[in-house]
């Protein structure tokens, strides 16, 4: 039902106002809603919402080596012709990409993945390599070309290597480390750790006692079976110093997050965690195969208690193990907010901080060893030397961030980092943002001296050594941050060498063993990813992926330029323009993790480019910002929305705004704001704190409520509830439901265990207490988070569309209630 287009201005009669409210009852209910017809050669949501396989043409993904260097894989299903994504293949020096085929696809293929110095995933001279494929252990033999199952078996084994001598592969089954002997064929336990708890040893009670050594004094026969068990336990301990069992560690009910051995295998490395219970929350799918409701246990809220961190080491030598203290290392025991809250006057919480290492990291020959420690709160990161005699520990290198430490090549949810020894086995190198950027620096463990390799208003991604340790090959933002090439850089740091062409566009590129080819994934605005083998001859295209039909569709680049927010910054935007402009335009607010939208890549959001498209066609301007927090341009972008999400960002879109009717002349009430997930949420602060700026809007899969989204994201930037309160509440949708009085679209998946139902559920629940009456919620019974049936996808983009054209198009309906 559509309401009539050109109403009274503020006037409605009594049937109409019927007609209106009965429609914005039912509209969540309506299969098909119907928009503005355009042109028969115009695009279509039904059109660009289909299938992308069959639509656009899948795009490779995944591209390696074969380990030989002979071949570059990656998978790929090109015009969705196969059920799913299929293995391709192309030689080194070919140009026609081959299907592999089913058989050979099952096979464990070794894969290159950089020479990763000090892993002893190699031999030393490089001449093998062991990896895993399907839970089992193979060898594969560079010179003979030949690989060889080492292992059968129904457990998943992992973290396969050699040790130092060649001679053997290590590998983890469960709770412990094996070592197979590769000639003997023998195989023997390293590690003995248990989930249990060490049994308590037990005194002989007085009367035990006065009893045992009675019967000794008296019985003859008594006497002689003790010395007989005295002769064997002495036989057994010599058979044990010459071929020593290994060290027993007990870890109780701790979880095992970590397990290695030193090269020298003298010392065992065990990182535990004693994770509390913890209250999961829970999703509700309704349509199931069994016609009965599942459900699904998702993630805990924000506001945990951090998980306890041990990290034990176990000395082979000295039978013994201890643990090591990371408290030691300088400022790991200040409490991180003092200008936030005091711990003491906050009810349940622990000022002390709970740190993590990951590591320990050996070099060649395991005489040093490095941590990697980071605090719970994730405020400090500490690169330490480890003495693992003692298990103290001495900071090389201490990172404070009174925001939260990230940013490229530095894990802020957890997980390790860019960290990994030089060729020298005294250097280590590491991503650091200390500059606002993050760039390449290397330290020296004996001396302690930094040394940085890259600088500059740029950041660098996935640094990885030639096999001679003599260059670096990385990508980095330096030609713009809008483009993303790869350079050769002197090990040493130096003058960096452009190895892929100068167009704009992105790379994403896997270095072939020799250190002269790049495989590589290049795309651009309105190019999905293709297959390129870079040479001395130059970049060989591989694939061809997008359709017929697709590539008829005369797709905008748009124009990436900027504009000056409100404190003189200049924001990167992406704007595309009508040729027959309508006097409407359309904000589009990428989702957040750490994501960005402005650039010349193939967008996240290729969906989303399409329609803005269709907007085109039919009008409207439309533009992308890159607001305050997306990535791609250093540190205080990034933080600039701490404690305070819908601040500086939101700021970013209502200047936009003001941007549009500066230069363009378009009312901001004629102006619409859609996104999702972050830019859902950014959506609803919009309508709701920056009504003036906007006409309407749709949030899609929204966060309303940050005290219900997980931890790892929200309490980097919002700390918890319990400590920031303050920062919770003005940065939450549904303390500033009041402000809404333009039309909002929302959409919400009903399996989406990330940003869950509840959170839409419960600001529905406000704009019912509020009297609120121009909205609407359109759920989706299958979808998770990220929509995966077109059908879905076509409803939702109908919706939008709608909204768009009854808030803000050129026939908008002004509604009097």
Request: negative net charge; glycine residues 8%.
């Amino acid at each position: 039902m559509r309401l009539p287009p050109n109403p009274p201005p503020r006037v409605m009669t009594s049937l109409l106002r019927r007609l209106c409210g009965l429609m914005l009852l039912l509209v969540s209910l309506a299969p098909v809603l119907v928009h503005a017809q355009a042109p028969s050669d115009s695009l279509t949501v039904q059109q660009i919402m289909q299938d992308p396989e069959t639509w656009i043409g899948d795009w490779p993904t995944n591209i390696r080596w074969h380990e030989n260097g002979s071949a570059l894989y990656f998978d790929w299903n090109p015009q969705g012709q196969f059920p799913s994504d299929s293995l391709y293949s192309v030689p080194v020096d070919g140009n026609e990409p081959v299907k592999v085929d089913a058989e050979a696809r099952r096979a464990p293929t070794p894969f290159f993945a950089g020479w990763q110095h000090g892993s002893h995933t190699y031999t030393s001279d490089f001449a093998r390599k062991v990896f895993t494929h399907n839970g089992d252990v193979y060898l594969y033999n560079r010179a003979s070309d030949t690989t060889t199952r080492l292992t059968n078996t129904p457990n998943a084994l992992t973290q396969p290597r050699f040790s130092s001598d060649g001679a053997r592969v290590i590998f983890r089954d469960g709770l412990n480390l094996f070592a197979l002997h590769l000639q003997r064929g023998t195989l023997q336990q390293l590690t003995d750790v248990r989930a249990s708890d060490e049994p308590p040893e037990e005194e002989p009670s007085p009367q035990e006692r006065y009893l045992e050594e009675q019967q000794t004094e008296l019985f003859e026969t008594i006497r002689e079976r003790q010395e007989e068990e005295e002769r064997a336990e002495e036989a057994q301990e010599a058979d044990e110093a010459a071929d020593p069992d290994p060290t027993t560690l007990y870890v109780g009910d701790d979880s095992i997050v970590h397990l290695s051995m030193d090269p020298s295998e003298r010392y065992t490395a065990v990182g535990t965690s004693d994770a509390e219970n913890v209250e999961n929350t829970q999703v509700i799918d309704y349509v199931t195969e069994t016609g009965f409701a599942d459900v699904i246990n998702a993630r805990a809220k924000v506001g945990r208690a951090p998980s306890g961190y041990t990290l034990h080491l176990a000395d082979a030598e000295r039978d013994t193990t201890y643990t090591v203290d990371l408290s030691t290392l300088p400022g790991a025991d200040e409490w991180p907010m003092p200008t936030i809250a005091d711990p003491d006057t906050i009810d349940g919480v622990d000022s002390t901080r709970t740190l993590r290492a990951f590591g320990p990291y050996w070099n060649e020959d395991g005489s040093l060893a490095v941590l990697d420690v980071r605090a719970a709160d994730n405020k400090d990161r500490w690169l330490a030397r480890l003495n693992p005699e003692d298990g103290s520990v001495t900071s090389l290198n201490h990172q404070h961030d009174d925001a939260w430490i990230a940013g490229p090549g530095i894990s802020w949810y957890g997980g390790a980092s860019t960290l990994g020894w030089m060729p020298d086995g005294e250097t280590i190198y590491i991503q650091s943002e200390e500059t606002g950027y993050s760039h390449l620096y290397t330290i020296n463990v004996e001396s302690g001296e930094k040394t940085a390799l890259t600088e500059g208003n740029f950041e660098v991604f996935d640094p990885q050594l030639t096999q001679d340790g003599s260059a670096w090959l990385f990508a980095s933002t330096e030609d713009s941050p809008h483009n993303r090439h790869w350079y050769r850089m002197p090990a040493e740091g130096g003058e960096r060498t452009r190895v892929t062409s100068g167009q704009d566009g992105q790379y994403a590129a896997a270095p072939h063993p020799d250190d002269t080819t790049l495989g590589l994934l290049y795309e651009y605005i309105t190019q999905p990813p293709e297959v390129y083998i870079r040479d001395d001859n130059g970049e060989r295209r591989i694939t061809t992926s997008p359709t017929d039909e697709w590539q008829s569709v005369d797709w905008s680049t748009g124009e990436l330029t900027t504009f000056e927010a409100d404190d003189g910054t200049d924001v990167p935007m992406q704007i595309f323009e009508p040729e027959n402009p309508n006097g409407a335009a359309v904000h589009f607010v990428h989702g957040a993790g750490y994501l960005q939208n402005v650039h010349n890549g193939w967008s996240n959001y290729f969906r989303e480019y399409m329609f803005h498209n269709l907007l085109m066609q039919q009008g409207y301007t439309v533009i992308n910002v890159d607001y305050r927090g997306s990535a791609g341009y250093g540190r205080d972008w990034r933080t600039a929305i701490y404690r305070h999400m819908g601040g500086r960002d939101l700021q970013d879109y209502a200047d936009a705004s003001a941007h549009l009717e500066e230069t363009h002349g378009i009312d901001p009430e004629r102006q619409f704001i859609y996104g999702g997930s972050y830019g859902g949420f950014i959506t609803l602060m919009a309508l709701f704190n920056e009504a003036d700026a906007f006409g309407g809007g749709a949030a899609l899969r929204s966060v309303t409520d940050w005290a219900h989204y997980n931890h790892p994201y929200t309490s980097n930037i919002l700390n918890t509830p319990a400590v920031d309160p303050v920062a919770f509440e003005r940065s939450s949708p549904i303390y500033f439901a009041e402000g809404l009085d333009d039309p909002l679209l929302m959409a919400h998946g009903l399996v989406d265990a990330n940003v869950q139902p509840q959170d839409i559920f419960r600001l529905s629940q406000r704009f019912i207490e509020l009297g609120k009456t121009d909205w609407e919620l359109a759920t989706y019974p299958v979808e998770p988070h990220g929509f995966t049936e077109p059908s879905s996808w076509t409803d939702e983009y109908r919706r939008i569309l709608y909204y768009i054209e009854r808030s803000v198009g050129p026939e908008r309906i002004e509604q009097a209630w």
